[in-house]
């Protein structure tokens, strides 16, 4: 597998351990973005000509692929946006301002990425709602207990990561979905660091919207796709106004394109939805339960190997998905980072975009080692070996 990752081939002595932050890109993405500027640079929606149609045709048809990955009902489900952050802004600033009113609540897990995070609490400052935000576990899981039983007929929008990013915690959402909806409100799922990892449904799980990057899933950056419920999409207003978004526009009235291009105004990075296919396509070639088996079974050995090292602290559990957040006692995790990194080991340090969990935690930050289907045991070994050396460089036992 890695020998299809041609980062590896530049970079042979790396242990990279930070794919939850951005993955690295096969050599079928690298060609899809080259194939398009040299052979079918062309804007979409817009030229008569031969080679605009049919560029236009192949990004409609990623737009397809993607509602198949996720199992929507249909491409018009599919919005692309920059980002999974760029996807949950779309939803709270246009579909929120349309069902939350003053009185209603909003919750969320304090285990939730910034991006699932900041954007609902703004929405309940605008809207005179009640931002809710739910105990987590002590090891920093998503507490769904707590969440369910916050839930009541107030609750108008639930956010929630599928699989969170500091603890790697997986999140059955579809109970939670049934409650929200039972209730009358409506669900926002933040795929970020589910998509990489596992098969995705998002009918099955019955989320009302879904948000994840193509940068995570082996894709390019600057690419994310938002799955909506058509409905949803239709009644809600757009956010950003120019080019190709629109109906008709006179001196004093516009109207605006069918769903979904009335959300995706101006040019957009097609070369990184032609990206975003490539690494798709990537991926439906694998056996994603297999691999989720594999990545596992990584965690469950790095988590092993670590809470042999005295004053290490893990988080998460044996369950967690591709991640393992940890710290070392009387070390700062920028510091220990810094040391493995003098060993070529790339982990994440720092607060990882989640700071409410950090104060739940009591802590700062902590160092994050997350994995790819590029990784291996021998992976899971240099780094054992270099937090092992770090603990004997700051506690002077070497």
């Not at 589910?194 to 989320?207: E, F, K, S, Y």
């Not at 297999?290 to 990545?295: D, K, N, P, S, V």
Request: net charge negative; aromatic share 10%.
């Amino acid at each position: 597998m890695r020998e299809q990752f041609p980062f590896f081939k530049a970079n042979p002595d790396l242990v990279y351990l930070d794919s939850a932050a951005t993955s690295q890109k096969p050599q079928v993405v690298l060609d899809a973005l080259q194939n398009y500027y040299v052979n079918d640079n062309a804007n979409v929606h817009r030229g008569l000509y031969r080679l605009a149609y049919n560029t236009t045709e192949a990004y409609e048809g990623v737009r397809a692929q993607v509602a198949k990955y996720l199992h929507a009902k249909r491409p018009e489900e599919i919005t692309f946006t920059r980002s999974t952050t760029d996807g949950l802004n779309l939803v709270a600033s246009s579909f929120g301002p349309t069902v939350v009113q003053p009185g209603d609540e909003i919750l969320v897990s304090g285990a939730e990425h910034h991006s699932n995070f900041i954007p609902w609490q703004q929405l309940a400052h605008r809207t005179g709602a009640t931002f809710v935000v739910a105990p987590v576990k002590p090891d920093g899981d998503t507490d769904v207990d707590q969440l369910a039983k916050l839930i009541t007929n107030k609750t108008k929008i639930l956010a929630v990561a599928q699989v969170t990013n500091v603890s790697g915690g997986l999140v059955d959402v579809r109970p939670l979905a049934d409650k929200v909806h039972a209730n009358g409100g409506y669900i926002v799922v933040d795929g970020a660091q589910a998509v990489p990892h596992m098969p995705v449904d998002v009918q099955a799980i019955d989320a009302d919207f879904y948000s994840f990057s193509g940068h995570k899933v082996y894709g390019p950056t600057g690419i994310g796709a938002l799955y909506g419920r058509y409905q949803f999409f239709e009644a809600m207003p757009p956010i950003q106004y120019g080019g190709e978004m629109i109906d008709e526009v006179q001196d004093q009235v516009s109207t605006w394109a069918e769903v979904p291009l009335k959300f995706e105004a101006g040019t957009p990075n097609i070369a990184g939805v032609f990206g975003l296919g490539a690494a798709l396509d990537f991926m439906s070639q694998l056996d994603l339960k297999q691999m989720m088996q594999a990545e596992n079974t990584l965690v469950k050995s790095l988590r092993a190997e670590l809470s042999t090292i005295d004053g290490i602290i893990l988080y998460g559990s044996d369950a967690s998905l591709s991640t393992v957040s940890f710290n070392l006692t009387g070390v700062h995790p920028h510091d220990l980072a810094t040391f493995l990194d003098e060993q070529d080991v790339a982990v994440r340090a720092g607060h990882h975009c989640a700071q409410p969990l950090m104060a739940r935690l009591g802590i700062p930050a902590t160092a994050r080692a997350s994995f790819g289907i590029y990784n291996t045991q021998a992976d899971v070994d240099k780094l054992v070996a270099a937090v092992r050396a770090a603990g004997g460089y700051f506690h002077g036992t070497n």
